[in-house]
């Protein structure tokens, strides 16, 4: 029985982009372009979906653990 791992990336957002889309700078700097506006926790749910996609994991595996309200954000992932 494999344990889950647990991650902390770093991610910067771009709310009301127009596009839905994860992308990596050849830095490794990870961008989440949303469609939704930065209000009432709109954006941050998308973000999550997103990133659940991306990863492969269920949203429940994805948090933003700093940059609530900041395009600049801290996001814990777990999964196995």
């Not at 989440?32 to 749910?45: D, F, H, I, M, T």
């Not at 973000?47 to 991306?54: D, F, N, R």
């Amino acid at each position: 029985m494999s344990g889950s791992s647990r991650r902390i990336i770093e991610v910067r957002v771009r709310p009301r982009s127009g596009k839905r889309e994860v992308s990596v700078a050849e830095s490794g700097d990870l961008t989440v372009s949303v469609l939704s506006p930065p209000e009432k926790g709109k954006a941050n749910r998308e973000v999550i979906e997103l990133l659940a996609e991306h990863f492969g994991l269920p949203a429940s595996g994805i948090r933003i653990v700093r940059g609530g309200q900041s395009r600049l954000k801290l996001v814990e992932l777990t999964g196995p």
